[in-house]
């Protein structure tokens, strides 16, 4: 009778195991995001900088949060007022680009995160209510982000930080 007992417990226990494993799948693959716990934030690096024909360096002060069906995202552009080469130019001390809104929906697969949303954005491509999307790979330095706002597309590298999820 024990033996029955615990091989029942077994199975029961193993098949909700299993229907917990399903149900995280399940809500992974319909998009559930309410089921998300998106979050990251550092400094980052612009791929080919200001762009031709400075090609001046951008570095990015980045965070942002997802849960419950909330969240927000902020990225300070930052570029040095010195030109290359001469004294000063390493220190990012003008603020090129700032971006801050609301997130409206976040999407996993994989090890990829899109978040989009609504934001106000100054300097370049300054404006209200435009709309953003930013694409990230988990993980810490080295990992890729693309953010795209304002009809500009900003290819970024995590030098310091972390995105989880």
């Not at 399940?26 to 690096?45: K, M």
């Not at 010195?82 to 994989?110: C, H, K, L, Q, W």
Request: with cysteine; charged share 20%; net charge positive.
């Amino acid at each position: 009778m024990t033996k029955k007992r615990s091989l029942a417990a077994g199975i029961l226990g193993a098949v909700l195991a299993g229907s917990l494993i399903v149900a995280s799948v399940i809500s992974e693959a319909t998009g559930d995001t309410r089921a998300l716990d998106v979050r990251g934030g550092g400094t980052s690096i612009v791929a080919g900088g200001t762009g031709a024909p400075e090609f001046a360096p951008v570095i990015t002060k980045v965070a942002f949060h997802w849960k419950r069906g909330e969240g927000r995202f902020e990225c300070l552009a930052l570029a040095p007022s010195a030109a290359a080469g001469s004294p000063g130019s390493g220190n990012f001390d003008t603020n090129a680009m700032y971006v801050t809104g609301e997130i409206d929906t976040a999407t996993v697969a994989r090890s990829t995160v899109v978040l989009k949303g609504s934001a106000t954005v100054t300097g370049l491509g300054a404006g209200s209510s435009r709309p953003f999307t930013l694409t990230a790979r988990r993980g810490g330095p080295g990992t890729r982000l693309v953010l795209e706002v304002s009809g500009l597309t900003f290819d970024e590298t995590l030098l310091e930080g972390q995105i989880r999820f």
